[in-house]
């Protein structure tokens, strides 16, 4: 009965490929939310979907591309990996984006850039 | 724009020792405030928050006040545990969106 679910939770790659992360979340939520952590657990925010539909675009180069099928979806696909990129990418949701909305995390996806 | 600055880590203590973690903003308007927790290996979880000022966040034994006036939310526990050895992320609403500290790692050496 796992909230928030990430695959895969370790991915290791070549430079230059693509790859997709997937999250998906049971709580019935409207919004969903991608973050990058860096080495020294630095939180990002990258992008955020409420109902489908993208409300928050960071800068971000666009070789990342999110996706949400349905809301209780949000994908991750990044063509063209660079070293830079690797980082854990966490996947969140909320009940919305109004005030005191808790945030509920899933448990990471440490992708790793060879 | 809104911002949240905390004390860096780590912040090493003895089991039973008392716990203080600084965390101040700056925000327009009159955001709720965050505590998050990340155990080692693991994604954030909420620990506690307050929605206005005066109010007491409370969890696990973690306290912490929203202080209007000093723009503050500090993290304290009076005595704290091997097993609250993690990352602590202060945070504010705003925009939609969560407005995060840095992090700050505690380690707790038994």
């Known amino acids: 009965d796992t909230a928030v679910s990430q695959t895969p939770k370790y991915l290791v790659t070549q430079m230059g490929n693509d790859k997709s992360i997937k999250c998906e979340q049971n709580?019935?939520?409207?919004?969903m939310y991608w973050y990058k952590q860096d080495s020294k657990k630095f939180l990002k925010i990258m992008f955020s979907?409420?109902?489908?539909?993208?409300?928050i675009n960071e800068t971000v180069p666009n070789r990342f591309s999110p996706k949400s099928p349905d809301k209780a979806h949000l994908n991750l696909h990044i063509n063209s990996l660079e070293l830079g990129d690797s980082a854990v990418y966490f996947c969140?949701?909320?009940?919305?984006?109004?005030?005191?909305?808790?945030?509920?995390f899933g448990p990471g996806t440490r992708l790793t850039v060879l | 724009g809104d911002s949240v600055t905390q004390m860096e880590g780590p912040v090493t203590l003895s089991e039973e020792a008392f716990l203080t973690i600084n965390c101040t903003y700056t925000?327009?308007?009159?955001?709720?405030l965050f505590w998050y927790v990340q155990y080692p290996g693991e994604g954030l979880q909420l620990l506690l928050k307050?929605?206005?000022a005066d109010d007491k966040g409370s969890n696990k034994g973690f306290e912490a006040t929203y202080r209007k006036e000093t723009t503050s939310f500090h993290l304290e526990k009076g005595s704290v545990q091997v097993s609250d050895s993690a990352v602590y992320f202060c945070?504010?609403?705003?925009?939609?969106?969560?407005?995060w500290g840095a992090g700050t790692k505690l380690i707790i050496k038994p």
């Open positions: 969140a949701s909320s009940p919305g984006t109004g005030k005191f909305n808790e945030q509920f």
């Open positions: 979907y409420n109902n489908k539909e993208l409300i």
């Open positions: 925000a327009t308007g009159y955001p709720s």
């Open positions: 709580l019935g939520h409207d919004t």
């Open positions: 945070a504010l609403d705003s925009n939609y969106q969560l407005i």
């Open positions: 307050a929605t206005k």
